[in-house]
């Protein structure tokens, strides 16, 4: 994937660059708003990773402009900003995410992931299916090789979320704002306790595991092809 | 430099300027009052001396000359105050209390004032007189002599000076009483905006604890006073808060940060394996994430304590944070053998932030569930106060609690009790409570439970309509 990072701090910058391309990305990198605008304008990018606050042009402005000249590139903005108020005005802006500062680097990494999957135009889906588990998203059914899984309200939308990110890494924070819309972080991790409830219904009493835990970085569903 | 101050000072411009315009309606006032007064008087006279002609004339047209001439020289001899002169037509007197014709040039029917000198008991006096000539004439026209009718108006214009000087004295008295009375207003007025630049310059330059002096009449000057003390007072705390922020950022982000660089250092004294580098890089990694929640936390509590967060308020329904925190939670408890009971009272209504009481409770609960122990009952309740005015959260647990000496302590900023020393957190927990608490402008309470074991943590809010 093409990855665009604008961002006037040469250092964190660099270690953006080399952590993505480790990743197996190509990454170019613009160190104020005009340039960024001029890159992400003259070439075709999957995603941009904008600072907010930038030199000669501000992030905010320079991914309005670029809305406003119709360049719908998925937009990750970095800030050290976190109010949810500067969030709010990120999105507004036109980015598509919003990560404050200071960051996992493996935060980071999933939620390109997710950005770079939603590129896609979504048509309208009432079905997600990973291996032989099934969601049906009218009758709000779940099913694992044809068996029924009963599953609370707030179970369906954490297993829906991971579904639609299938194969991909999921965080905590990306569970916790997607799934209970709260932006502050528990002192403890619930979300552990959920997954291992979820994993309980629709993974002990089958086969091959779905729902596995990423070290370090969070929980990704995905058809266990390998015994790795 | 006083003066200066003191002539260029708002008050006293106002002062002059009242004092000009009110010198001046005394001035209209009293001049009215002179009109009416000593110009009365010289009316009257006039009309009295017209009278007088005119029955002397009639006593001419009626008895002649001869006549005229008797009464004349009867009225001259009664009368101090009344004037007369009857003079042949070249001006010979012939009868009358005037020693000779003033000299004025005689003129028919018009009034004259003239100066004459008249003798009294203490000599010649110079004395002032009006009056009029009336020329008695015979039947063909002929003018046979002239006649004066005056009035002494010594009395009248003594009296006049009188009245006038009286004016005179009491306008300037108004005017001496208003500039006294302006510059001592304003002097007194300039002290006291004085001393309010005095303390406001004293806090420019650090002494934030000075305060304006408020004399106690409770007029607009002192309620400026209060108003700027009351400022003052919220600067001084905001600083405090910001001064303790420093002050905890110091205590707390330090021994982490050192600990990260002393183990970090440790490690390159010496060749290690693979294995030995990583696991220690990993360890600097949690050991940064912690500091990153201690940091992201106490800047919260700060933005949070400063009343400048953006946190918008909304009137909501609790029930529903309520339910959503419980249903986070509750998985945890059940790992942990602990049962959750969650009692809410539907359509109570409160002003609040969702994310903020969210937080409040998720970090009340969360402490409930970390230091009650395992096995212990945690209750979650939501109800309206007894008197219907407040909406009461309580989070309760029945494990080990706190000793009732530490309930207020552990509120604040990195207080954690020794025996909680083994268990992960911040101590800023119940911190942010407290800051979330005060915003919403509800009362944060820590107790021992009737039943004299465990924690009851209470928010009470007030109800809003």
């Not at chain 2, 003129?107 to 006096?125: K, M, S, Y």
């Not at chain 2, 063909?140 to 108006?153: E, F, M, P, S």
């Amino acid at each position: 994937m093409r990855i665009l990072i604008v961002e006037d701090d040469q250092e964190a910058a660099s270690f953006l660059r080399k952590g993505l391309s480790e990743s197996g990305h190509v990454v170019d990198h613009a160190k104020d708003g005009m340039d960024g605008l001029h890159l992400a304008e003259s070439s075709d990018y999957d995603v941009l990773i904008v600072d907010r606050m930038l030199p000669r042009l501000d992030g905010l402005t320079m991914v309005e402009q670029l809305r406003g000249n119709g360049n719908e590139t998925p937009v990750l903005f970095l800030s050290a900003l976190g109010e949810v108020d500067d969030r709010v005005m990120g999105l507004r802006a036109g980015g598509d995410d919003y990560l404050t500062k200071p960051f996992a680097f493996s935060e980071l990494l999933a939620r390109l992931e997710a950005l770079l999957r939603r590129k896609a135009p979504g048509q309208v889906q009432t079905r997600l299916q990973v291996d032989d588990l099934e969601m049906d998203l009218l009758q709000r059914t779940v099913k694992r090789a044809d068996q029924m899984i009963e599953l609370q309200p707030r179970e369906f939308l954490l297993l829906e979320y991971l579904m639609r990110h299938a194969g991909q890494v999921v965080t905590r924070t990306m569970l916790l704002e997607n799934v209970w819309e709260y932006h502050f972080d528990p002192q403890t991790n619930v979300i552990d306790v959920h997954i291992s409830r979820l994993r309980a219904k629709i993974d002990r009493d089958f086969q091959s595991p779905l729902l596995h835990t990423v070290r370090g970085a969070g929980y990704m569903i995905r058809a266990d092809t390998s015994a790795s | 430099m006083r003066t200066q101050a003191l002539l260029s000072s708002t008050t006293f411009r106002l002062v002059i300027l009242y004092l000009v315009l009110f010198a001046g309606s005394a001035l209209a006032l009293l001049s009215f009052i002179y009109w009416h007064s000593a110009g009365f008087m010289a009316r009257q006279t006039d009309q009295t001396l017209a009278a007088e002609i005119k029955g002397l004339e009639e006593q001419y047209s009626r008895f002649g000359i001869r006549r005229l001439a008797e009464v004349i020289a009867e009225r001259s001899r009664n009368s101090s105050q009344s004037l007369y002169l009857l003079a042949s037509p070249n001006l010979r007197p012939i009868a009358g209390n005037i020693s000779e014709w003033p000299d004025v040039s005689p003129r028919d029917g018009v009034w004259i004032d003239f100066t004459l000198t008249r003798e009294t008991v203490n000599g010649a006096i110079e004395r002032e007189a009006r009056g009029r000539e009336f020329r008695v004439q015979d039947r063909y026209g002929q003018v046979i002599a002239r006649l004066l009718v005056a009035r002494d108006i010594y009395e009248r214009r003594r009296i006049e000076e009188r009245i006038l000087s009286a004016l005179g004295w009491s306008v300037l008295i108004t005017v001496a009483l208003g500039l006294v009375g302006g510059v001592t207003v304003s002097r007194n007025i300039m002290r006291r905006l004085e001393l309010m630049t005095e303390t406001s310059q004293a806090v420019m330059q650090g002494n934030l604890a000075r305060r304006v002096p408020i004399s106690g009449g409770g007029d607009e000057i002192d309620q400026l006073g209060q108003n700027l003390n009351a400022m003052l007072e919220q600067i001084e705390t905001l600083m405090a808060a910001m001064r303790q922020v420093t002050d905890n950022i110091a205590h707390d982000l330090r021994s982490p940060l050192n600990r990260l660089r002393t183990r970090i250092e440790v490690t390159l004294m010496r060749e290690g394996s693979q294995e030995e580098y990583r696991r220690v890089l990993e360890e600097t990694i949690t050991e940064a994430d912690n500091l990153i929640a201690t940091f992201n936390a106490l800047l919260s509590i700060a933005k949070i304590e400063s009343g400048t967060s953006s946190q918008k308020m909304v009137l909501l329904d609790p029930a529903e944070i309520v339910q959503d925190i419980a249903d986070l939670y509750e998985p945890l408890c059940e790992e942990k053998n602990q049962s959750l009971l969650c009692r809410v009272e539907p359509h109570l209504q409160i002003r609040a932030n969702r994310e903020l009481l969210s937080q409040a409770l998720s970090n009340l609960l969360d402490n409930a569930i970390k230091y009650a122990g395992k096995g212990s009952s945690i209750m979650i309740s939501l109800n309206a106060g007894h008197d219907g005015q407040t909406v009461e959260l309580v989070v309760e647990d029945d494990g080990p609690g706190i000793d009732k000496d530490h309930l207020e302590r552990v509120k604040n900023r990195f207080v954690r009790l020794e025996t909680s020393r083994t268990q992960h957190g911040s101590g800023l927990g119940l911190s942010l409570v407290e800051a979330i608490a005060r915003l919403h402008q509800a009362h944060f309470d820590l107790q021992v439970p009737e039943s004299g074991k465990g924690l009851r943590a209470l928010l009470t809010f007030e109800t809003a309509l």
